[in-house]
């Protein structure tokens, strides 16, 4: 087959997936970043003309704990999701067939009630009168008088709660196709279990714990639920603020420019990893 | 030192099954030994007991006096090349040599030329920075070999080592596995179900079956005098009997009856009384096939048959004679024949004879 036939092979085989992204992905970020250089109108829609103000106004000092917290919530929770999930993906693996069904029912059972719902479980089980924090007491874990809920790390506690599953499944899948014959040849060569793990496991589902953190990382950065339910006053995200200024405000000009802020807080940064990694590997090869 | 890996009395129960039953095997220091045996044979049941990944259900493993049974993997003296080689696939060539010097927390310096020192034995230095997938069958096996001697153990485990390459490949690595156990003096352990690569590599088998060991010796050994009927036939290709002992002479030698065969004089390591039912194997290239009839001289064990079919196959022709119910496979080398003028063809009658020492008695499989 020639090159040139090839490249063509290679768009069609691509333009399913193109055309679905540019669609539901490309064309509304766009329309998102666009409303953001348009006026307000007064009945919550655009307004005619373009306009730089909104821009101005987003620079606004108050934004910046509130994008700054959006990012370490979003992190750690990434972070405590991945601790989490490894060692579930891990056994998952080395379990039987029958077992591993089990598991992954287990796993994606939390989904059949709606999420709102699980929210208000949380919010039930950490209130003062709730049955968690009653027991907690009894066992003379926290003190007395202890407030669990309206806390940022209630919100921590409830987005590792939600994101879990979306960390797992990738993680398994990564694992499931992990050669575990390879950490015979670790152990053999003198690793113990735990640096057999860190050593050749962790680094053979690589794939796998990229795409669970920008799983887990890219869902928490919208949050807006879950710090307004379980979270204190000083706990929004960027995400409450978005919505505060589309459904109480009605300035959509205003929530399209925080939401492009938010995207560019993302992208830059994994532009720059993702060129760095390219840079990197054709310098070592 | 004669008992330098030693086996004691182990055992290893899967589920209702003996998967390796009650082996005990000594190996000198330096030797090249072989575990061979079909597969589910239980020899790399065993192999993984020595490596440690599996716990024997009873006995003992100990490598130059002290008792491993107990120690995990990552503190046996033992490495292995495994397999499929389990290269890790994100690290270079160099890096999974330095793997096991770098959990043992080696100096810098010592690791280099440590890892250096290998590549050269295994002549893949100019490899060095490429990973396990750019690299062929042979070298992925070399660097596998590489991995484990770095760490300078005392006994290497070879599961399978050359199963995974193809026939050229696997007569030049023959040669290279060698070369390498004479140039590192390490004592090897193979495990492979290829007799032919058991006989070229190992100073002594242990043929396995069924979770026992039917007999250790050495290649030749193991050829001309097997013990059972079993090693007889996985070792090689061997024509069986089935008589009676007729009377017991001196020297091992039993004269034997056997229907349709008239009498023949054999050989026996063991003891045998007359009347004794018995199993006796000869190989097929002891035969020797004749138009006439021999002189008296050799003509012991002379008897008459007709060819069946024949295979030509350049360095020798193999024959399939019927002597009443038996059907006997005999091979020749073209000059051996005698007279030389005339091979036998198809349904020609030939005499065919074996010297008394190249028939021997076999103990019945389950019988050890």
Redesign the interface.
Known sequence: MSKESRTVGQWLLTFPSLAWLSLFFVIPALLVIITAFRPADLQGGVGPGWTLATLREVQDPVYLPILWRTLWLSGATTLVCLALALPVAFQMARVGQRMRQVLLLLIVIPFLSNFLIRIFAWKSLLHPEGPLTKLLIWLHLIPENAVLLNHVGTVLLVLVYTQLPFAILPLYAAAEKFDFGLLDAARDLGAGPWRAFSKVFVPGVRRGLISSSVMVFVCCLGQYVIPQMVGGTSDEMLGSKIAQRVFSDRNLPHASALAGGLMLAVLVPMLIVVLWQQFGRKESE | MDDFLVIDHVSKIFGAQRAVDDVSLTVAQGEAFSLLGPSGCGKTTLLRMI???ERPDSGRILVGGQDITAL???LRP???V?Q?Y?????LSVWDNIA??LR??RRPREEIRSGVDRMLELVRLSEHARKRPAQLSGGQRQRVAIA??LV?RPQVLLLDEPLAALDLKLRQHMLMELNAIHEKVGTTFIYVTHDQGEAMSLSDRIAVMNAGKVEQVDSPEHLYETPNTSFVASFIGDANFFTGVALEVLHEGYVRVLVEGLGSPLVLSNGAVTVNEVLRLMVRPEKIILTLARPLSGESVNAFRGVVEDMAYFGSHTRYRIRAGEHRILAQMQRSRFSGGEINPARGAEVWMSFHPDEGRVVRLEGEV
């Open positions: 490596a440690g990944f995990p993997p990552e033992v490495n292995t495994f499929n389990a290269l890790f696939p994100h793997f096991g959990m043992s991995r484990a760490n």
